[in-house]
C-alpha cells in the first residue's frame, strides 16, 4: 500500500467517512485479481499452485469493475497472476481511475517496457515491481535468467516516460542483507519512487522451511531500519514500528478483500477458507474473530503488510502523536 500525499489525504477522508457512518469494518485496497495466468513460474508464489485449475480463466472488464464498485476501496491493487497478460488490463486501468481511485498495477516487469505506450502517467497509476535481492538470486527464485534486468530496464523506462514505480521487497530466512542494501542502491539510481518490505507468508500450497518467523522476522527488519534512513520507504511508520517489535497491531484482514475469477475470497489474501458470491457475503457473514494471532494457526508468524497496513491505519488515527508523525513522514516523502 503506497502512501504519497495526495494518497494519504483521500485515506485520511475516507477513512473519516467511515467512522463517522458507524462502519468498523470497511475496506481500503481492493487486490482484484482479473487472472492466474503468468508468464513466470516464481518458486514462492502460492497463486499458480492453489488456482492451478482455473488458470485459464479471466474475469472481463465489466466484473472488475462491478466489483471495484461493490467493495468500494479507495485503493486497487491489480495482481495476479501477471496483469500486463489480460487483454483488457488499460481498460479496466482507466475505468478504476475514472472513478478517482488509486490503481496498483503488480508486474513482474517482463511485459512492462512494451506495454507503457497503453497507460498514461496520473498520480492514480503507479507500476509496482517485485524484487526480492540482486539478480543472481531474484531470476534463480523467478525460475528464468534476465528477469531481473528486464525488470530493471523497465522501470527506467517507466520513470522516462513519466510513471510513478514502486518495488516490493519480500524478506525470507535465506535473504541476505548486504544483497538488500545493494538492491535499494540500484534502485535509488533509477530512482523508484517508493519500497515496500514485508516478511513472505508461509503459504501452504508453497511450503519449505525458507520462512521467517515472527521472532526473526522482528530481528531482520530491527537491522533493515537503519536503510529506511536512505531509502524511501513507503510502509507506514507504525507499520514499521510493528515489524520491529515496537509496537502490537492485530490483523484485519476485511482491510483488503480479494476478487478473482473464482468470486470473494475468505477470509483474506493470504488464507483461503472458500470463496463467495458478493462482497456483502464477505463481509457480512465472514466469522472474523477467529482469525488473527492467537486465533489461528496459521496466522501464527503473519505480519504481512496486506493484513497489517490497515491496523496500522487505524492505530495511527487513534493516536494524535502516531498522527502527526505520518504527515510528517508522508510531506518528507520518505
Known amino acids: 500500500m503506497a502512501f504519497s500525499r495526495r494518497l494519504s489525504l483521500s485515506l485520511a477522508q475516507y477513512v473519516t467517512r467511515q467512522k463517522l457512518r458507524g462502519d468498523e469494518r470497511f475496506p481500503l485496497v481492493l487486490m482484484l485479481e482479473p487472472s492466474f495466468k503468468c508468464n513466470l513460474s516464481c518458486s514462492g508464489c502460492g497463486r499458480i499452485r492453489e488456482y492451478r485449475d482455473i488458470l485459464d480463466q479471466s474475469m472481463s472488464m465489466q466484473e472488475c469493475l462491478a466489483a471495484v464498485e461493490e467493495a468500494g476501496a479507495p485503493v486497487v491493487s491489480i495482481t495476479g497472476g501477471e496483469p500486463l497478460i489480460h487483454p483488457e488490463i488499460e481498460r479496466i486501468v482507466s475505468g478504476i481511475i475514472a472513478g478517482k481511485r488509486f490503481v496498483n498495477l503488480c508486474t513482474n516487469g517482463l511485459l512492462l517496457e512494451d506495454s507503457l505506450r497503453k497507460f498514461r502517467p496520473t498520480p492514480y497509476l503507479s507500476f509496482v515491481l517485485h524484487l526480492d535481492s540482486l539478480a543472481g538470486p531474484h531470476d534463480r527464485f523467478a525460475g528464468r535468467v534476465g ?21 516490493n521487497t519480500t524478506i525470507y ?14 534502485l535509488a539510481t533509477i530512482p523508484v519512487n ?3 518490505l514485508s516478511p513472505a507468508f508461509s503459504y501452504e500450497a508453497v511450503g519449505g522451511d ?10 531482520v527488519f530491527s537491522k533493515l531500519h537503519e536503510l529506511g534512513k536512505r531509502h524511501p520507504f513507503y510502509n507506514t511508520p507504525v507499520y514499521r514500528d510493528f ?13 483488503t478483500p480479494t476478487r478473482n475469477p473464482r468470486g470473494w475470497k475468505r477470509p483474506c489474501y493470504l488464507l483461503t477458507d472458500g470463496h463467495v458470491a458478493t462482497y456483502r457475503e464477505l463481509k457480512h457473514d465472514t466469522e472474523w474473530s477467529k482469525y488473527g494471532v492467537g486465533r489461528d494457526p496459521r496466522c501464527a508468524n503473519c505480519m504481512v503488510h496486506c493484513g497489517f497496513e490497515g491496523s496500522a491505519l487505524e492505530a495511527t488515527i487513534r493516536s494524535p502523536i502516531a498522527f502527526c508523525r505520518t504527515v510528517a513522514w508522508s510531506f518528507s516523502g520518505s
Open 173 to 186: 530466512r535465506a535473504t541476505r542483507l548486504d544483497e538488500i542494501a545493494q538492491l535499494f542502491d540500484l
Open 243 to 255: 515489524l520491529r517489535g515496537e509496537r502490537d497491531l492485530q490483523c484485519t484482514p476485511w482491510s
Open 147 to 167: 528477469v531481473f534486468d528486464a525488470a530493471i530496464s523497465a522501470m527506467r523506462a517507466a520513470r522516462r516516460a513519466g510513471f510513478q514505480v514502486l518495488v
Open 210 to 219: 525458507g520462512f521467517l518467523s515472527r521472532e526473526e522476522a522482528v530481528s
Open 194 to 196: 517508493g519500497i515496500m
